[in-house]
């Protein structure tokens, strides 16, 4: 029952929140994926209106967030890796994009690639030091609202985000909704 509670609650927020329920099992799996995953791998695609472009330097950001469960166990851990825009159409596994939209695909720079790499390498660290302590928490998001233009033409336009872990899972639907709709995730602080 204990292990019921988790899914049932993760299938009922995302029935409400965007997130499509046959992309649940990758997303309960994300947090192991990402620090598992080839950096050079992890791409996120979004489909947007035509009329979206961001401006120069708004990017998704990956955050992956280490706490500990007792205050002090260990300092806390907070990776941010903003993402850059990388050129060319649909990538491989996503269907091109419907007319009068465009994809916006991002991958992790070197700079981020090695962030992802120390994120990991202290993540396994602290479960060496802590094996049979007190644990912690992992949290894993991707704030993609720096990315949404403001333009009140486009407010009610579909927002699309694709996220590939590994080259051979390829990609899955993380989130669908509005450009209001991300806004509003963004001003309440969801992911």
């Not at 596994?93 to 994809?103: E, F, I, T, V, Y």
Request: charged residues 20%; contains cysteine; aromatic residues 6%.
């Amino acid at each position: 029952m204990k292990k019921l509670l988790p899914l049932i609650a993760c299938l009922v927020l995302g029935a409400c929140s965007g997130i499509p329920l046959a992309s649940v099992p990758r997303i309960l799996a994300l947090k192991a994926d990402l620090l598992e995953a080839n950096p050079a791998e992890i791409m996120l695609a979004i489909q947007v209106d035509e009329r979206i472009a961001p401006a120069r330097g708004d990017v998704p950001v990956l955050h992956i967030d280490i706490r500990p469960r007792e205050v002090g166990a260990f300092a806390p851990w907070e990776g941010k890796m903003p993402m850059r825009l990388s050129a060319g159409a649909a990538p491989k596994g996503l269907q091109p994009a419907a007319r009068g939209r465009h994809w916006l695909v991002y991958s992790l720079g070197p700079e981020s690639q090695a962030e992802l790499l120390r994120t990991r390498a202290r993540f396994q660290q602290l479960q060496a030091e802590r094996r049979g302590k007190s644990g912690g928490s992992v949290s894993v998001g991707i704030a993609q609202e720096g990315v949404a233009a403001a333009s009140p033409h486009v407010a009610g336009s579909v927002w699309e985000s694709w996220l590939q872990t590994s080259a051979q899972a390829g990609f899955f639907k993380l989130w669908s909704g509005t450009l209001d709709d991300l806004r509003a995730q963004a001003r309440a602080g969801s992911p």
